[in-house]
């Protein structure tokens, strides 16, 4: 028979660390709150009868936010067999508020007792068979980063499955007796499997929890009864007395059972006081991100991408497969599809995947480490200033990879309008696949000694691009309202587990080359016979004469983007066509500079992009492709979140307009302030523009009705 477990517990508790354990699976493992939104699945590795779900983080189980709600649904409403509540045991007076929720709903519990190994680095001791006698649950010290004791675990939660639950009594004895006179006085609930569970969600006037159990106007009564007394007796509402007793049971447990050894600082603390420090905190940031690029982009990127770019794809691949398809007699078109289109389109985009895995590998380091976490929360302590929370730069952080799971992750910000505002500007930062063009410009265009700090930049941009936006928005009536309290347990620093940063970054590489052989494969074919099929809908091996399909729509759209500085139709249409996923773009470059240059070599797409771009233009082109909308997938996943097409739209038009006016701002005034050209009617433009948004900054705030309702109230 199959047993069906839960691993519950709050955010950053190791709940995902666990569930990787025990089922082998390879889920997400975010050093921050939030990334399990939805629930997981998986059996477990040494039995498959036995099966995990992974549950959101949360710290309670009120019906405040998403994970909440996600969480508490699932055990309710499935009822699971067991559930192992995972415990952080370096915090755990912190993580026991749960569990005494946990032991409510009426099913077994056994709580694994997780980061053991932590504990015991800072000299701490906790007696688990005092806490669990006085809980009443049985308790398992492990460590799942460790792999410690997750054997014993598993035991324990299979034979306390079979056993009758026993619920935690976390109150005081007055308020014991007047929860089960609920459960006693009123017949609905007393039927109920779960009668303390809405014995109390009555007495908290939780209303989502209890509209499950109707109950008759007289039972209605006897609960009002109850409970307008008690709230008499205690000078507090309902919810307010269960919190204050929880808390109380729990402060006193604890005393009884965990004993603190610290002496001074950890570690982790030490380097907290560097890392996060009020002053120094950004500038560290900043030269690491830094540090990183340059790795990518200078050390891997130059000799390794022009090694895989000219030898592998261009002389072993494209030169081998060319003499091999011309020998066997194949036609020339066909040998153009495979050799400038296939390989010249893919291969131009595999050659840079070495620079995309070297930025994975560090992220996912970082992450690992727990430096990552600290951001949102350095990030929290300086935008909080502007109004924004630093909730919304963990969605934003996670885009750096990709900007789908960076859109998903929005679901944890619980103010609609924040939330919103995340999901319009996450896709801001340069994913793997925006990575591509830097990559490629950096190849092309900014090739001298200290032409790899383009890269970093365009990381900066997109964060500068996020507080703007940020910034602007709070200011309309709309957006407006303080950002909500941003809590987060900083997790200890811990060396980074190989396998974890080795998975992460395989993850994303495997992503990464599965959409080259497919989505961008593709692509790369339709452009090529769209250079191929003249406007007269004749096959033609242009070698790069014009007159093509492809070339025509880009000269359609030049004009469009001629006051952006990028007016050629190559860069016009592959704008249009990096829509599809935005390795595209240089995928578009890649099947053009071959077909243009009629050799297999494939950094025929570098000396092609070195030909039409300048840096001015090279930089509008980059900031306009990084801000615009991003690929469909991303719009997709915006549709989704946003649940509404009218702010779908709404999305789209400002990342289109926001990047238009960026991009000619930047190529308008660097071509008369750098390149000491003229100015022209365009110049103009840009600075009504410039204008526009200096405005939009540092205008007074306009205060939304609600806010205006409740000072008015405040005053009276
Ligand atoms: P979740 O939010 O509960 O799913 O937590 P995660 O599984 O994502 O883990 C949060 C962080 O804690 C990660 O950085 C893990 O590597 C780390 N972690 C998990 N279990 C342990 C443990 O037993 N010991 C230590 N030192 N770190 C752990
Ligand atoms: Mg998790």
Same mark, same amino acid.
């Not at 477990?5 to 939030?34: E, H, M």
């Not at 699945?41 to 549950?55: P, Q, V, W």
């Given at each position: 028979?199959?047993?069906?477990?839960?691993?519950?517990?709050n955010?950053?508790?190791?709940k995902?660390?666990?569930?990787?354990t025990?089922?082998?699976?390879?889920?997400?493992?975010?050093?921050?709150?939030?990334?399990?939104?939805e629930?997981?699945?998986?059996?477990?590795?040494?039995?498959?009868?036995?099966?995990?779900?992974?549950?959101?983080?949360?710290?309670?189980?009120?019906?405040?936010?998403?994970?909440?709600?996600?969480?508490?649904?699932?055990?309710?409403?499935?009822k699971?067999?067991?559930?192992?509540?995972?415990?952080?045991?370096?915090?755990?007076?912190?993580?026991?508020?749960?569990?005494?929720?946990?032991?409510e709903?009426?099913?077994?519990?056994?709580?694994?007792?997780?980061?053991?190994?932590v504990?015991?680095?800072?000299?701490?001791?906790?007696?688990?068979?005092?806490?669990?006698?006085?809980?009443?649950?049985?308790?398992?010290?492990?460590?799942?980063?460790?792999?410690?004791?997750?054997?014993?675990?598993?035991?324990?939660?299979?034979?306390?499955?079979?056993?009758?639950?026993?619920?935690?009594?976390?109150?005081?004895?007055?308020?014991?007796?007047?929860?089960?006179?609920?459960?006693?006085?009123?017949p609905?609930?007393?039927?109920?499997?779960?009668?303390?569970?809405?014995?109390?969600?009555?007495?908290?006037?939780?209303?989502?929890?209890?509209?499950?159990?109707?109950?008759?106007?007289?039972?209605?009564?006897?609960?009002?009864?109850?409970?307008?007394?008690?709230?008499?007796?205690?000078?507090?509402?309902?919810?307010?007395?269960?919190?204050?007793?929880?808390?109380?049971?729990?402060?006193?447990?604890?005393?009884?059972?965990?004993?603190?050894?610290?002496?001074?600082?950890?570690?982790?603390?030490?380097?907290?006081?560097?890392?996060?420090?009020?002053?120094?905190?950004?500038?560290?940031?900043?030269?690491?991100?830094?540090?990183?690029?340059?790795?990518?982009?200078?050390?891997?990127?130059?000799?390794?991408?022009?090694?895989?770019?000219?030898?592998?794809?261009?002389?072993?691949?494209?030169?081998?497969?060319?003499?091999?398809?011309?020998?066997?007699?194949?036609?020339?078109?066909?040998?153009?599809?495979?050799?400038?289109?296939?390989?010249?389109?893919?291969?131009?985009?595999?050659?840079?995947?070495?620079?995309i895995?070297?930025?994975?590998?560090?992220?996912?380091?970082?992450?690992?480490?727990?430096?990552?976490?600290?951001?949102?929360?350095?990030?929290?302590?300086?935008?909080?200033?502007?109004?924004?929370?630093g909730?919304?730069?963990?969605?934003?952080?996670?885009?750096?990879?990709?900007?789908?799971?960076?859109?998903?992750?929005?679901?944890?910000?619980?103010?609609?309008?924040?939330?919103?505002?995340?999901?319009?500007?996450?896709?801001?930062?340069p994913?793997?696949?925006?990575?591509?063009?830097?990559?490629?410009?950096?190849?092309?265009?900014?090739?001298?000694?200290?032409?790899?700090?383009?890269?970093?930049?365009?990381?900066?941009i997109?964060?500068?691009?996020?507080?703007i936006?940020?910034?602007?928005?709070?200011?309309?009536?709309?957006?407006?309202?303080?950002?909500?309290?941003?809590?987060?347990?900083?997790?200890?620093?811990?060396?980074p587990?190989?396998?974890n940063?080795l998975?992460?970054?395989?993850?994303?590489?495997?992503?990464?080359?599965?959409?080259?052989?497919?989505?961008?494969?593709?692509?790369?074919?339709?452009?090529?016979?769209?250079?191929?099929?003249?406007?007269?809908?004749?096959?033609?091996?242009?070698?790069?004469?014009s007159?093509?399909?492809?070339?025509?729509?880009?000269?359609?759209?030049?004009?469009?983007?001629?006051?952006?500085?990028?007016?050629? $139709?190559?860069s016009?249409?592959?704008? !249009?066509?990096?829509?599809? @996923?935005?390795?595209?773009v +240089?995928?578009? =470059? #890649?099947? /053009?500079?071959?077909?243009?240059?009629?050799?297999?070599?494939?950094?025929?797409?570098?000396?092609?992009?070195?030909?039409?771009?300048?840096?001015?233009?090279?930089?509008?082109?980059?900031?306009?492709?990084?801000?615009?909308?991003?690929?469909?997938?991303?719009?997709?996943?915006?549709?989704?979140?946003?649940?509404?097409?009218?702010?779908? $739209?709404?999305?789209?038009?400002?990342? !289109?307009?926001?990047?238009? @006016?960026?991009?000619?701002? +930047?190529?308008? =005034? #660097?071509? /008369?302030?750098?390149?000491?050209?003229?100015?022209?009617?365009?110049?103009?433009?840009?600075?009504?523009?410039?204008?526009?948004?200096?405005?939009?900054?540092?205008?007074?705030?306009?205060?939304?009705?609600?806010?205006?309702?409740?000072?008015?109230?405040?005053?009276?």
């Amino acid at each position: 028979m199959s047993i069906r477990i839960a691993l519950a517990g709050n955010p950053n508790s190791g709940k995902t660390t666990l569930f990787n354990t025990l089922t082998g699976s390879n889920q997400y493992v975010g050093n921050w709150p939030g990334v399990t939104v939805e629930k997981k699945e998986g059996a477990y590795r040494k039995d498959k009868e036995i099966k995990f779900t992974d549950l959101p983080g949360i710290y309670s189980l009120s019906p405040y936010t998403l994970e909440e709600v996600v969480s508490r649904e699932y055990l309710i409403n499935e009822k699971p067999d067991v559930i192992i509540d995972v415990v952080d045991a370096s915090n755990i007076e912190r993580n026991l508020y749960l569990t005494t929720q946990l032991s409510e709903i009426g099913i077994p519990m056994v709580i694994a007792l997780n980061m053991m190994d932590v504990v015991r680095k800072n000299g701490d001791f906790i007696d688990t068979e005092k806490l669990s006698a006085e809980l009443g649950v049985p308790v398992v010290e492990i460590s799942a980063l460790r792999n410690d004791n997750i054997e014993k675990l598993i035991e324990t939660a299979v034979k306390t499955s079979k056993e009758l639950c026993r619920c935690i009594e976390s109150f005081d004895d007055k308020l014991e007796t007047i929860i089960t006179n609920i459960e006693d006085n009123v017949p609905s609930i007393a039927a109920s499997n779960d009668k303390r569970w809405y014995a109390i969600k009555f007495f908290e006037k939780d209303e989502k929890a209890t509209e499950k159990i109707e109950i008759s106007v007289v039972e209605r009564n006897t609960i009002n009864d109850i409970i307008n007394k008690a709230e008499v007796e205690y000078d507090d509402d309902g919810e307010g007395i269960i919190t204050d007793a929880r808390y109380n049971y729990i402060a006193s447990l604890v005393s009884r059972t965990v004993k603190k050894g610290r002496k001074g600082l950890t570690a982790s603390d030490k380097a907290d006081r560097i890392l996060t420090n009020r002053i120094l905190a950004i500038p560290i940031f900043a030269a690491i991100i830094t540090f990183i690029y340059y790795v990518a982009v200078s050390v891997v990127g130059g000799p390794v991408t022009d090694w895989v770019n000219d030898v592998f794809f261009g002389e072993i691949i494209g030169g081998n497969v060319q003499s091999f398809l011309e020998g066997a007699g194949v036609a020339n078109w066909l040998v153009s599809l495979v050799v400038d289109g296939i390989i010249g389109g893919v291969g131009g985009v595999l050659g840079f995947l070495p620079i995309i895995a070297t930025l994975y590998l560090f992220m996912a380091i970082l992450e690992d480490i727990g430096y990552m976490a600290r951001i949102a929360f350095i990030l929290d302590k300086i935008f909080r200033r502007f109004g924004l929370s630093g909730k919304s730069f963990i969605p934003i952080l996670i885009g750096t990879g990709c900007s789908v799971p960076g859109i998903m992750a929005t679901r944890t910000i619980e103010n609609e309008n924040d939330r919103k505002m995340t999901i319009i500007v996450a896709s801001f930062m340069p994913c793997g696949a925006k990575t591509e063009i830097i990559a490629l410009f950096t190849a092309a265009i900014f090739v001298g000694r200290h032409g790899w700090i383009f890269a970093p930049l365009c990381y900066f941009i997109g964060i500068l691009a996020v507080i703007i936006t940020g910034v602007m928005l709070k200011k309309t009536k709309r957006f407006s309202g303080d950002p909500a309290p941003f809590v987060m347990e900083l997790p200890e620093y811990h060396i980074p587990t190989v396998i974890n940063v080795l998975k992460t970054t395989w993850e994303r590489v495997r992503a990464f080359v599965i959409k080259a052989g497919t989505v961008i494969l593709l692509a790369t074919i339709v452009i090529w016979f769209l250079q191929n099929i003249s406007t007269s809908f004749e096959f033609v091996e242009f070698s790069g004469e014009s007159n093509s399909i492809l070339e025509s729509i880009g000269k359609t759209l030049a004009p469009i983007f001629a006051p952006l500085g990028f007016g050629h $139709w190559a860069s016009a249409v592959s704008t !249009i066509t990096g829509l599809v @996923a935005k390795e595209v773009v +240089v995928g578009t =470059f #890649g099947v /053009v500079g071959g077909i243009a240059e009629a050799t297999p070599d494939s950094s025929d797409m570098i000396a092609y992009a070195a030909s039409i771009f300048t840096p001015l233009t090279a930089l509008s082109f980059m900031i306009f492709n990084q801000l615009c909308v991003p690929c469909f997938a991303a719009i997709g996943a915006i549709r989704e979140e946003m649940n509404d097409a009218k702010w779908t $739209w709404f999305a789209i038009a400002y990342q !289109i307009g926001f990047a238009y @006016a960026v991009s000619m701002i +930047v190529y308008q =005034f #660097g071509n /008369v302030l750098y390149l000491k050209n003229a100015p022209t009617i365009w110049t103009g433009v840009a600075a009504v523009l410039l204008l526009f948004i200096v405005y939009m900054l540092f205008r007074k705030p306009k205060i939304s009705n609600s806010e205006v309702k409740s000072a008015v109230e405040s005053n009276q």
